[in-house]
């Protein structure tokens, strides 16, 4: 055992599973990406128990002892405190995700913010995003804990592996907790990008012919839950502009905006 590590993998003993979600929780709370309680973490523990981090405490002060296993369908197995208020939305991706084994859901903020004004992560920005994750979607905004979220989160959860929840936070997924952990950092650092690059006012975007090179390399690196190129995921140099989530924007001073109504009063008046 190494401490405060994560491994990669799912072979290990109920102990040290207990002990790397509160490492994990350590972890996403000493990197800002949840405020208070928020936050919770889950693995599947085998074909018929889940381990779930508890509702009602930071997830950066987790002990072993108080996670709790619950079944399938979130009925509580054994711990003293309750289930994560989020378990349902976790139990959903285990049952849509065979693959999946371990869940991660944080608030970090900037990637909370696209979430709140709703813009995916879907620009072709970065060479690894576009390999790593594809797209990050915008699931439509469902009150948290009831069917609502579950049925706006469903349809996206068989074609991606990590979400953004509108107003609300993120959800990332994976084979082990190392690799969600992993995904929920990797959604906030390209959220930080996306938005510096916004703020440069200039982002160039990888060619379509650019994508599919990488989405071959994804193939090779065993990532199979990206979709093929669509117009919007990921948003290309080619689709930019083109695209609903991306208005053609810009920019004017006031002094530019009266010349511009003057010029167009002068023209109607010659003309007329
Ligand atoms: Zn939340």
Redesign the pocket.
């Known amino acids: 055992m190494l401490g405060d590590s994560i491994s990669p993998g799912m072979a290990k003993a109920e102990d040290e599973h207990r002990r790397e979600i509160c490492s994990a929780g350590r972890r996403i709370h000493a990197r800002g990406f ?1 405020a208070a309680t ?3 973490i889950s693995i599947r523990l085998d074909s018929r128990r889940i381990l779930t981090s508890p509702t009602n405490i930071s997830k950066g002060m987790m002990l072993p002892d108080d996670l709790v296993v619950t079944d399938l369908q979130g009925r509580k197995l054994a711990g003293r405190r309750e289930p994560s208020s ?1 378990l349902a939305m976790h139990l959903l991706i285990y049952q849509l995700r065979p693959d999946v084994n371990a869940v991660c ?3 970090p903020p900037v990637a909370t913010a696209h979430a709140a004004a709703c813009l995916p992560l879907n620009k072709a920005l970065l060479s690894e995003i576009v390999m790593a994750l594809g797209c990050v979607p915008v699931a439509k905004y469902g009150t ?1 804990g009831t069917p609502e979220l579950s049925d706006a989160l469903a349809p996206l959860i068989p074609h991606h592996d990590a979400i953004l ?1 509108a107003n ?2 993120v959800v990332t997924f994976g084979a082990d907790l190392l690799t969600a952990f992993f995904r929920m950092e990797t959604v906030e650092h390209f959220a930080l990008v996306s938005l510096v690059t916004g703020l440069l006012g200039k982002q160039v975007l990888l060619s379509r012919s650019d994508v599919e090179k990488l989405l071959v390399a994804r193939a090779r690196y065993g990532i199979t839950t990206a979709s093929g190129v669509s117009p919007d995921c990921p948003v290309t140099r080619e689709t930019a502009g083109s695209v609903a989530s991306e208005p053609a924007r810009i920019s004017i001073t006031r002094e530019e905006l009266e010349a511009l109504i003057e010029e167009a009063v002068r023209k109607d008046r010659a003309r007329s």
């Open positions: 949840v928020d936050g919770n989020e859901h944080a608030h948290p929840m609300h936070g």
